[in-house]
Structures are given as C-alpha cells and as structure tokens.
C-alpha cells in the first residue's frame, strides 16, 4: 500500500512508521512549492498524510478534495508519531475516509 505525506521537511522517522504498518513505500512532497499544489497523487497511493502544522491550507484542502474524488483515506495529522500511529489505527479499522489525529474526524 503506497502513501504520500504531504507536508513536512524530515519525514525519515514516519516514512519508517509507515512502512513498518504496512504502507510503504512511502513518497513526499514537502509543500513548500507552488508547483506542488498542481501535482497529481502518485498511481497505486492508497493513502494520505497530511502533515497539518507544515503545509499551508490551500494545498491540504486540495489535497483533501483530490483524495476525496479518487476516494483515498486521508489522515490529517501534526508532526507527532503517537498521533500518526492514532490514526492510521483509525484507518486500519475502517474508521472512515479520514482520520484525525487526536481527535474526531468532521463529516
């Protein structure tokens, strides 16, 4: 299961993570280019991570309306691995389309 963090500079630590639950390989996009906002998610990504605190707000809710149409889990999540492992847990567990990390996920 292939995923895509969006958002963060060092992502080594969740690429580990991500891998080591069963979704690598992983790919980033750091979101600090505009280009990036106009960028396709990757063919076979079966998930989404949105790294909340380092990626501006009009690239998360793109990347959330674009994951959204492909119908793709997408978890929101800030710079934490307790967070993360939260709601990939969510996920894992068919909690929905998103997951939010330390809280309910909004409809």
Not at 25 to 48: A, D, K
Not at 52 to 59: E, F, M
Not at 79 to 105: D, M, Y
Request: charged share 20%.
């Amino acid at each position: 299961m292939s995923t895509l963090i969006v958002g963060g500079d060092r992502v080594a630590t969740y690429k580990d993570f991500l891998a080591a639950h069963g979704f690598g390989p992983v790919h980033h996009w750091n979101g600090r280019r505009n280009s990036e906002c106009h960028r396709s998610i990757p063919v076979g990504t079966r998930l989404v991570v949105i790294m909340i605190d380092q990626v501006n707000h009009s690239l998360a809710t793109k990347m959330r309306r674009v994951a959204d149409e492909l119908a793709l889990p997408v978890v929101f999540s800030r710079r934490s691995i307790g967070q993360l492992g939260q709601a990939i847990t969510r996920v894992k567990h068919g909690a929905g389309a998103r997951a939010t990390a330390g809280r309910e996920a909004r409809p």
